[in-house]
């Protein structure tokens, strides 16, 4: 059977904005709907598809919204519902889609549901989340820890019972076992889904269900010091159970109940083998499960050639893949792989079969950026203050212009800005043919024209130390080789039994566009080329 992938979501390009830091426009220092409003004309220019947004629901904002209080409002520093509605509405005016994130794992210590759920042991929403005795002696039930560092589980003295919180205490884990809490859940769905918004990007899917019994989780034997204290075991018990599959699959029946193409999905760092099954059986589980390795492999040819090739054979035969560089959580590529790689970067990001998304500020090679200690906001930084985990570094406020906070807003930035915003910005990159943002807008229009680039096949061409180089090609349609140098030294590329002669569309040193190339190229330290190929 011949699968088609034409859904907007397979040809498309998918734009992370973080709220927070996209664009003010109270003053408040805090980017809120009307400011993307003010903004989607620039998505548009760029050529993006689909605007996913992370949390903007009511929150406490002990994890700067991934702690959620309600599910079907928005948070007045973002602006109000009529606010969201407008901005869904200019959305689709520009033929583009908009995604929510959906945080089903967890909700805040604020959310009336935990509220009620800690009042009494009889409540009826007690079961809502994970309740245990301690241990004879008064411990923890078990040894789970949190992702944010110490012990998972925090002691209720009214109730004399623990709750389970796999990241902030401020965000106890709901019981998925429980039917409510599932019925809820899909409701919350519903509601967005009513409205209008195209698909969810759901938060930490493999956590949802927790090992029955809560055994222990094994030691991880390769812990190493400088690691988040919660890699100290393998969480086995903790995440990733069979069950989840069916919330899963409850969840993917919903978006089903609505007309056109919704999309969901699903946050899952694993290991391939384990993140495939989340596509789950006849591709009934998430549309799109997050494919991390890009943010964790080593930079080079031969570790990225390997990886590409177990991930296009894993994946299961209606399978769509998808490819990241970064996000709130992780490094800005730009800073781990440098300026330079950036570039050869976002070349492979857009040419590889699957789905891209874009992290804001990464089309204009935004860095990390350096956050003195008394300014650190993030409790993953607070909470290990020794391990340098903040995750502020990525998450400061989008650069627009030269002007005042680079455009970001008219207050206090509730980040501090990049020192380099005077001559990092959207604005004098638009004017720049050579800039990070022309090679991003450059390679995007190129991807939207091509099918062979769009939906094509993926064909290994050559990998070694310093190169990696594939095809991708579409019957009837022009096909295109990719070559790039992951290294900084120059190098040559001619492979063995391959011959090839065509034309240099997109180049990392746009000099080269234009150019006939054919089967011997000397490329430059960082060089990447898109080559149209001759028939
Ligand atoms: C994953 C989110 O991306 C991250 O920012 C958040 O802290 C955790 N989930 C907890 O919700």
Redesign the pocket.
């Known amino acids: 059977m011949v699968t088609i992938f034409d859904k907007w979501w397979q040809t498309g390009v998918i734009y992370q904005v973080y709220p927070r830091s996209f664009q003010d426009s109270n003053g408040d220092g805090i980017g809120d709907l009307r400011g993307i409003m003010s903004r989607l004309d620039y998505l548009q220019w760029l050529g993006i598809d689909a605007v996913w947004l992370s949390p903007i629901y009511p929150s406490p904002m002990a994890?700067f919204g991934?702690d959620i209080a309600d599910y079907t409002g928005i948070h007045p520093l973002f602006g109000s519902m009529q606010d969201f509605d407008a901005l869904l509405d200019e959305v689709h005016k520009r033929g583009m889609k908009l995604l929510l994130d959906l945080?089903p794992n967890?909700t805040s210590d604020q959310h009336p549901w935990f509220l009620e759920s800690r009042s009494s042991r009889d409540n009826p929403k007690r079961d809502w989340y994970i309740w245990h005795d301690p241990l004879p002696d008064g411990g923890v039930p078990n040894n789970w820890l949190s992702v944010f560092g110490g012990e998972a589980w925090e002691w209720d003295a009214t109730t004399q019972q623990y709750y389970y919180h796999a990241?902030l205490k401020e965000?106890p884990d709901l019981n998925w076992r429980n039917p409510a809490v599932v019925a809820a859940m899909l409701d919350v769905m519903r509601y967005w889904l009513k409205k209008g918004v195209d698909g969810f990007r759901v938060?930490?899917m493999w956590h949802m269900i927790k090992d029955q019994q809560l055994r222990n989780n094994p030691v991880n034997p390769d812990y190493a010091q400088h690691m988040p204290t919660y890699s100290q075991q393998l969480p086995v018990y903790s995440t990733d159970q069979p069950e989840v599959h069916d919330v899963v699959r409850k969840m993917r029946h919903v978006m089903e109940e609505f007309e056109g193409d919704r999309v969901m999905i699903g946050?899952i760092y694993l290991p391939i083998q384990q993140l495939m099954a989340y596509y789950g059986i006849d591709n009934k589980g998430a549309h799109l499960p997050f494919n991390f390795q890009l943010l964790s492999l080593p930079w080079d040819a031969a570790s990225l050639a390997v990886a590409i090739d177990q991930y296009e054979g894993a994946l299961p035969a209606q399978g769509w893949p998808n490819w990241v560089l970064s996000?709130?959580?992780q490094h800005r590529i730009a800073s781990r792989v440098g300026q330079q790689q950036a570039r050869v970067a976002a070349m492979l990001l857009l040419t590889l079969r699957g789905t891209p998304t874009i992290y804001y500020g990464d089309e204009i090679g935004m860095r990390n950026v350096a956050i003195p200690f008394d300014e650190v906001q993030d409790p993953q930084g607070l909470n290990m203050p020794d391990k340098n985990l903040s995750r502020d570094p990525s998450r400061t406020p989008m650069q627009w212009d030269k002007g005042v906070n680079a455009g970001f807003t008219a207050g206090k930035p509730w980040l501090r800005l990049s020192k380099t915003y005077q001559r990092v910005n959207v604005s004098s990159q638009m004017a720049d043919p050579y800039s990070m943002l022309s090679l991003y807008r450059q390679l995007i229009a190129l991807r939207r024209r091509e099918p062979s680039l769009t939906t094509g096949d993926y064909t290994p061409v050559f990998s070694d130390n310093q190169i990696l180089a594939f095809m991708r090609q579409q019957e009837g349609h022009p096909s295109f080789l990719m070559v790039l140098n992951l290294t900084h030294l120059p190098c040559y590329f001619r492979p063995a039994n391959f011959s090839f002669r065509g034309r240099i569309e997109v180049a990392t040193f746009p000099e080269m566009e234009g150019s006939i190339v054919s089967d011997t190229i000397s490329l430059d330290g960082d060089e990447g080329l898109v080559i149209r190929l001759e028939r």
């Open positions: 994890d991934y945080v967890h990241f965000q938060d930490v946050e996000n709130h959580d």
